[in-house]
Nanobody, 118 residues
Framework: QVQLVESGGGLVQAGDSLRLSCVASGRTFSNFRTGWFRQAPGKEREFVASITSSGGTNYGDSRKGRFTISRDNAKNTLYLQMTSLKPEDTAVYYC????????????WGQGTQVTISS
């Protein structure tokens, strides 16, 4: 099993930057696909970004250019650097991971609240 714990959320002003972290425990993190998702009030959960064990990245919709996903395998930590934050970025952000053999993400954190004020 893998346990994921997000941190780094909070209340910031529009235009500010924020870095989210996700620490994994229980199993080796290095060979897992990892990603970030978010769910805003009244909205469906959406994909934000993902990164593979080799460093390949993928970004959803308009996040590319403002958000940067990275990981430190030695520290079993996943990061999401967010810049130029907008009120519409307000959401609960979740990190997720899955072995390469799994079709969908199988491990999820509890989420961290990110609120951007106007």
């Amino acid at each position: 099993q893998v346990q994921l714990v997000e941190s780094g959320g909070g209340l910031v002003q529009a235009g500010d930057s924020l870095r989210l972290s996700c620490v994994a425990s229980g199993r080796t993190f290095s060979n897992f696909r990892t990603g970030w998702f978010r769910q805003a009030p009244g909205k469906e959960r959406e994909f934000v970004a993902s990164i593979t064990s080799s460093g390949g990245t993928n970004y959803g919709d308009s996040r590319k250019g403002r958000f940067t996903i990275s990981r430190d395998n030695a520290k079993n930590t996943l990061y999401l650097q967010m810049t130029s934050l907008k009120p519409e970025d307000t959401a609960v952000y979740y990190c997720a991971a899955t072995p390469a053999s799994s079709i969908t993400y199988t491990y999820w954190g509890q989420g961290t609240q990110v609120t951007i004020s106007s």
